[in-house]
């Protein structure tokens, strides 16, 4: 709990810019004296000087995807789910007007049309875009800076019903795509001085049931070999993993049970 809250305000603090949407009120907020309000303190000082100041409640508060405002410490509400897989995407955390600007941003193909151009440069380009109009909505308070894309889980079967979400079913190639997309989305493999926004990539290991004759992802046990686990759920993760700073990681909704062969 304490771990989640502190991993994606370290998030948001590396994205956060001087003049741009703050977290607290830094002028003269109950935050102003804080850690976390100077700028030249690394982002993880910052976040722990902050959620050491949350109450068990607010922490527990702060477990889901809607993080409710503490009017105690000057922190105003925040939406993490905001979407954005081809495109900045409705979603939750996205305000699109009705009308005139901010009514619509690009769309690009899906997912598994972009991956079969087999071409990585391509795919961060797209990244490129869809990061900037990101933070151009976010500039005009219409989205957070933080977006649940890429999917990362292979294309394993059909029935899945998100096999378009995902550039397909090889791992290396879904590897090189994930990453190429993210660095396109942030704005660069360690991007200064601020990451243009995050990418939280989705799902760690073994999400490819969504509802299937009863059976739903949030209360089912995947069960999988350690060979299926190092051969197709495995690459992509690690990819994800060893860029540390980069990306986000959502966990799967389900238990997951490593199968170990003897
Ligand atoms: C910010 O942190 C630096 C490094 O610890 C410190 O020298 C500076 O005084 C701090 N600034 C404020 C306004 O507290
Ligand atoms: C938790 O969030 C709810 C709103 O979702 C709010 O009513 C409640 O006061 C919050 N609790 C704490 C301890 O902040």
Not at 150 to 168: A, C, L, M, S, V
Request: aromatic content about 12%.
């Amino acid at each position: 709990m304490w771990l989640s809250t502190h991993v994606a305000l370290v998030f948001a603090l590396a994205v956060d810019n001087a003049t741009g949407h703050g977290i607290s009120d830094c002028e003269g907020g109950p935050l102003a004296s804080n850690a976390v309000c100077n700028t030249t303190l690394d982002p993880i000082t910052r976040a722990t000087s902050l959620v050491e100041l949350f109450t068990v409640p607010e922490l527990i508060n702060n477990t889901v995807n809607t993080s409710p405002e503490v009017p105690r410490l000057g922190l105003p509400a925040y939406q993490w789910w905001s979407e954005a897989l081809h495109g900045v995407a409705s979603s939750p955390g996205v305000d699109f007007s009705t009308s005139g600007e901010f009514g619509y941003a690009t769309s690009f193909l899906q997912p598994i049309l972009m991956g079969a151009a087999f071409d990585n440069e391509l795919i961060k380009s797209v990244g490129g875009i869809v990061g900037m109009e990101g933070r151009a909505f976010n500039n005009h308070g219409r989205v957070g800076l933080d977006f649940w894309t890429p999917n990362i889980n292979p294309f394993k079967d059909p029935r899945w019903g998100r096999g378009q979400e995902t550039p397909g079913e090889d791992p290396y190639h879904l590897a090189q795509y994930v990453y190429s997309l993210v660095v396109g989305l942030q704005g660069g493999l360690d991007p200064e001085p601020y990451y243009q926004v995050v990418s939280t990539c989705k799902h760690f290991a073994g999400y490819d049931l969504e509802d299937w004759d009863g059976t739903v992802r949030y209360g089912f046990n995947a069960v999988i070999t350690s060979q299926d686990l190092v051969e197709s759920y495995f690459p992509r993760s690690r990819v994800v993993i060893e860029m540390r700073k980069l990306a986000l990681l959502l966990l799967p909704f389900h238990l997951l049970i490593m199968q170990v062969l003897v």
